[in-house]
C-alpha cells in the first residue's frame, strides 16, 4: 500500500484546464479514471487529507502509486474520453452498472443462410436483429404466438443438419410452427422474407399484417374457403394478442427510455423502460454497488454512458427521448454525445407532470421492488449469511462465534419522546419475537450516549435476574437427588417435591423467560462514544461474556470500546453488508417507535390528567359546557349534567381543578393543543 503523499503532484504542475486523469496501481494497472472541469482542483481534493476521505476513495488513493492526466479542449472531449477510458481498461474503483438479472432478448440471425429465430443472451453478434429486452415467460410466450403466423426456423444447427440429412423436418415443422426450409418446402428466398415479415412486426409495423391478413380472410370468405378463413382468423387473433400485451402508454409517436432509481448508502438499483410508438417494448434492470462518492446525478451520467455506449452502437436504438429522475451532470455535453452516437438530437429530461411523469412514478417503484429484492435474496442465501458471520468474527477477532447479535439505536426529536429499540437476528436471520422498545425518561434522555446506557443497562439487568432464578430453580430440583435425603419418615420435602412436581407436569408450559439468551455481540448505532457507553453499562453490571461494537453511519466505520481507530471492513464485505442490515433494521425500528410515541403526545390537555376521565367523557363535557374555563368554575353538581359525569367522577374534576390540585395552577393560558397544527383544541 503506497503512502500518497509518494507520488503526489506538485500542485503548480497540474493544469487547471479540464481533462481526463488516472490512477494507476504498482503494477501499472489502471484502477481509476475520472473527468475534471478543472484538474488542479479535483486532484488536490484527493491528496489535500487523505485521513479525511471517505472510505471507498481512501482505499483507492492508497491503493494507487502513481496518477497522470490528459488536457483536453473541452467538457464534451473529457466526458468521450473518460468513457473510452473505462471502456478499454475497466478500472475496478470507477461504477460499473450490472444486470440486477440476465434479460434475454429475441433475437433474428439475419446473417445465416437460412435465418434463425431464438432467445438470446449475452453478448450480441454481427448480423442478429435484436428486438426487446424481455422477461422469462413474456419473451418465450411471444415467440411462440409469431411462429405460427412467421414459421421462421427455431432450431439448432445440429437439428438443421439432421433434418437435411433425413430429408425429414422435425416436429416445428410438422405442427406448421417452421416453414421447414430444411427439406426444400420453401426455397431459402422465400424464407428470408418470412424473416423480414417477423423483424418488421416485432420493430412496430404490426397493424400493416393485421390489416393484409384481413383482406386475405374477406377473400377467403368470398370465395367459400371457410377453413383458410379460420387459419387467418386464428392468425389474426394470435398476432392481436402479441400487438395488445404491451399497453399504450404515451402518444402512439414518442420514442423515449424512462430510467428511474432508487439507492441507499450502499447499492442503486436503476430500472429503464423502451417505449418504442408510445408501447412499452422492453424492460430492463441493473443493480449497482457505489464504490464511489457519486451524487445522484453523477450516477445518471455514469449510467447512460455505459447503457448508450455499449448497446445503442450495436443496436442504433437510442430514442430521441431520455427521461431521467435528475439532471446528470454536464447534461448539455452528454445530450451532445449522445446525439453523435444516434445521428441526431436527443433530449435529456427530467419529466414533470403528465403521462410521462406517471411513468416515471411507476418505473421509479420497479426499481424500489428490484433493489429490495436484491437485498431479500441477499440476506436469504444461507452461504453468503455464514460468510458474513464468519467474516465479522475474524474482522473484530472474537473468540466464539455469532450466533446472535443484538441491535441497539435511541431516536428522538430535540430530546423529545426519547426512545430506543433492540432488534436480534440469530444465524443472521431476524428473530422479530424478542425485538424490544424502550421509553427513556429522566436524566438518561438527556443525550444519547446516557440514553445509551441506560438502555443496555435495564435489558442486562433483565438477563441477570432471569439468569439467576433459572440457576436457583435447576439447584432446588437437583438438591434431593444429590443428597439423597427425605423426612424422617421418608417423605420429600414440599419445595423439592414441587419442584419435581413442576418438572413432571407436561401439561403446564414454563413460563417463557424474556432475556435468558444473551447475545455474542452486541451493535450499537454511533460511533466511540455510544460504544464507551455500551461497554460501562456491561461492565458495570459485571456482563463479561458479551462483545461490544458500533457502526458510525458517516464513514461506515465499526468502533471497539477504547479504541482510538475504527476497524475499517472491505466495501464488498458480506459482514459489513450485515451490519448495516441489523443497523437499518433497529433504525427502522426505533422510528415507527418514536413516530408512535410522538403522535399521542401531539395533543395535550389540562383534562388528561383527571382519574377515570377519558376522552368520550371529556369530549362530552366541552360539549356541555363549552370551555375549560367554564369547566374549572362549575360545582360538582353542575358537572353532573354533562353526559356520562357521575358523582364521583364530578368530585375527581374538583379536587383536580382546586388550587392544591394537578390542574389548579395551570390557568386558563394552557389550552388544548394540537402540536402538529397549531391548532387550539380547547379554551
Not at 16 to 30: A, E, L, Q, S
Not at 88 to 106: A, G, M, S
Not at 412 to 422: I, L, P
Not at 453 to 461: A, N
Amino acid at each position: 500500500m503506497a503512502d500518497p503523499s509518494s507520488y503526489r503532484p506538485q500542485t503548480g504542475e497540474i493544469p487547471t484546464n479540464p481533462g481526463v486523469y488516472r490512477f494507476r496501481d504498482p503494477h501499472g494497472r489502471v484502477i481509476y479514471v475520472g473527468k475534471a472541469k478543472n484538474l488542479r482542483s479535483r486532484l488536490n481534493s484527493y491528496f489535500a487529507n487523505p485521513a479525511g476521505l471517505l472510505p471507498k476513495t481512501h482505499a483507492m488513493v492508497y491503493a494507487a502509486s502513481s496518477v497522470e492526466w490528459t488536457v483536453v479542449g473541452s467538457e464534451l472531449e473529457s466526458l468521450q474520453l473518460e468513457y473510452t477510458w473505462i471502456k478499454e481498461f475497466k478500472p475496478r474503483f470507477n461504477v460499473v452498472f450490472r444486470d440486477d438479472k440476465t434479460y434475454p432478448y429475441l433475437a433474428v440471425t439475419m446473417g445465416e443462410k437460412l435465418p434463425r429465430v431464438q432467445v438470446m443472451r449475452g453478448e450480441r453478434r454481427k448480423g442478429t436483429r435484436y428486438f426487446g429486452p424481455y422477461t422469462a415467460g413474456a419473451i418465450r410466450e411471444t415467440m411462440d404466438t409469431l411462429l405460427r403466423v412467421f414459421p421462421v426456423r427455431s432450431c439448432s444447427a445440429g437439428v438443421l443438419k439432421r433434418a437435411q440429412a433425413s430429408g425429414r423436418p422435425c416436429l416445428l415443422g410438422y405442427i406448421d410452427k417452421c416453414s421447414a426450409p430444411c427439406v426444400g418446402r420453401v426455397t431459402p428466398e422465400e424464407h428470408r422474407a418470412l424473416a423480414e415479415d417477423f423483424c418488421a412486426f416485432m420493430g412496430g409495423e404490426a397493424k400493416r399484417f393485421i390489416s393484409r391478413l384481413e383482406k386475405e380472410m374477406a377473400a377467403a370468405v368470398a370465395v367459400l374457403d371457410y377453413e383458410r378463413a379460420a387459419r387467418l382468423r386464428d392468425d389474426i387473433t394470435a398476432l392481436r394478442k402479441v400487438f395488445e400485451r404491451n399497453a399504450v402508454v404515451l402518444a402512439e409517436d414518442t420514442d423515449a427510455d424512462v430510467f428511474a432509481l432508487h439507492e441507499d448508502e450502499l447499492e442503486a438499483a436503476v430500472q429503464v423502460f423502451h417505449v418504442r410508438g408510445g408501447r412499452v417494448r422492453g424492460q430492463r434492470g441493473w443493480v449497482v454497488e457505489k464504490v464511489e462518492d457519486f451524487t445522484t446525478p453523477d450516477l445518471v451520467e455514469h449510467l447512460l454512458q455505459q447503457v448508450y455506449g455499449e448497446d445503442a452502437e450495436v443496436q442504433g436504438r437510442l430514442p430521441r427521448e431520455v427521461l431521467v429522475p435528475v439532471e446528470p451532470s454536464n447534461v448539455e455535453d452528454l445530450a451532445e454525445w449522445l446525439g453523435g452516437i444516434r445521428g441526431a438530437k436527443v433530449d435529456i429530461r427530467v419529466p414533470q407532470r403528465g403521462d410521462k411523469a406517471a411513468l416515471m412514478s411507476t418505473v421509479r417503484e420497479n426499481a424500489e421492488h428490484a433493489l429490495r429484492l436484491h437485498k431479500t435474496r441477499r440476506a436469504g442465501d444461507l452461504t453468503v449469511r455464514s460468510q458474513a458471520l464468519q467474516e465479522l468474527q475474524e474482522a473484530l477477532e472474537l473468540p466464539v462465534p455469532l450466533l446472535r447479535i443484538e441491535c441497539y439505536d435511541v431516536s428522538h426529536v430535540q430530546g423529545t419522546n426519547v426512545v430506543a429499540s433492540m432488534v436480534v437476528v440469530e444465524d443472521g436471520l431476524p428473530k422479530k419475537s424478542d425485538y424490544r422498545k424502550f421509553s427513556i425518561t429522566g436524566a438518561a434522555a438527556t443525550d444519547d450516549t446516557a440514553a445509551m446506557h441506560d438502555v443496555l443497562t435495564r435489558r442486562f439487568r433483565h438477563y441477570l435476574v432471569d439468569k439467576t432464578a433459572q440457576v436457583e430453580a435447576a439447584e432446588l430440583v437437583a438438591t434431593p437427588a444429590s443428597n439423597g435425603t427425605a423426612g424422617a419418615n421418608g417423605a420429600i420435602p414440599a419445595d423439592a417435591a414441587l419442584a419435581e412436581a413442576a418438572l413432571s407436569d407436561t401439561t403446564t408450559p414454563a413460563p417463557r423467560t424474556k432475556f435468558a439468551y444473551p447475545p455474542n455481540l452486541v451493535v450499537v448505532d454511533g460511533g466511540q462514544p455510544q460504544v464507551n457507553a455500551a461497554a460501562k453499562a456491561l461492565e458495570s453490571l459485571g456482563v463479561d461474556d458479551v462483545y461490544v461494537v458500533g457502526l458510525a453511519k458517516r464513514l461506515e466505520e465499526v468502533w471497539l470500546p477504547d479504541s482510538d481507530f475504527p476497524v475499517i471492513l472491505p466495501r464488498s464485505s458480506q459482514g459489513l453488508y450485515m451490519l448495516q442490515r441489523i443497523r437499518d433494521e433497529a433504525h427502522r425500528f426505533a422510528i415507527s417507535f418514536h413516530r408512535q410515541k410522538r403522535g399521542k403526545a401531539m395533543t395535550v390537555s389540562v383534562l388528561d390528567g383527571v382519574p377515570g376521565l377519558g376522552d368520550s367523557k371529556r369530549k362530552a363535557l366541552l360539549a356541555h359546557f363549552g370551555s375549560l374555563k367554564k369547566i374549572k368554575a362549575a360545582s360538582a353538581e353542575e358537572l353532573t349534567a354533562a353526559k356520562g359525569v357521575g358523582p364521583a367522577l364530578a368530585a375527581a374534576i374538583v379536587t383536580h381543578f382546586s388550587p392544591g390540585g394537578a390542574g389548579g395552577d395551570s390557568g386558563d393560558s394552557v389550552p388544548a393543543i394540537n402540536m402538529t397544527t397549531g391548532e387550539v383544541l380547547e379554551t
